[in-house]
């Protein structure tokens, strides 16, 4: 089992910084895959980034250059980057655990995880 709760969320202007984590409990939490989705009001659910136990990363093309994922596996944290955000994306942030322990196989569907977190709102003012 594994609990995940997001935090770093807020307010920012077009443009600006936020870096949100998401920290991780249970002894299985090792090695997954750990994903960062977002949802806007009235739209589906989207991937945004991901990385594998080895480290290997995926980002959404929309996100790609200004967002970055990174994760402690000693301290159980994921962390998501966000620079030069904009309006497009205010969203529920939710971070999500892979189905299987120590996996590099990164997958873009929320199919592929088993685990979320709540979520984090972001909201871009222009």
């Known amino acids: 089992q594994v609990q995940l709760v997001e935090s770093g969320g807020g307010l920012v202007q077009a443009g600006g910084s936020l870096r949100l984590s998401c920290a991780a409990s249970?002894?299985?939490?090792?090695?997954?895959?750990m994903g960062w989705f977002r949802q806007a009001p009235g739209k589906e659910r989207e991937f945004v980034a991901a990385?594998?136990?080895?480290?290997?990363?995926a980002y959404a093309d929309s996100v790609k250059g200004r967002f970055t994922i990174s994760r402690d596996d000693a301290k159980n944290t994921v962390s998501l980057q966000m620079n030069s955000l904009k309006p497009e994306d205010t969203a529920t942030y939710s971070c999500a655990a892979g189905r299987l322990p120590y996996s590099n196989s990164i997958t873009r569907s929320e199919g592929g995880y088993l685990y979320w977190g709540q979520g984090t709102q972001v909201t871009v003012s222009s």
């Open positions: 990385i594998g136990g080895g480290g290997s990363t």
């Open positions: 249970g002894r299985t939490f090792g090695g997954r895959v």
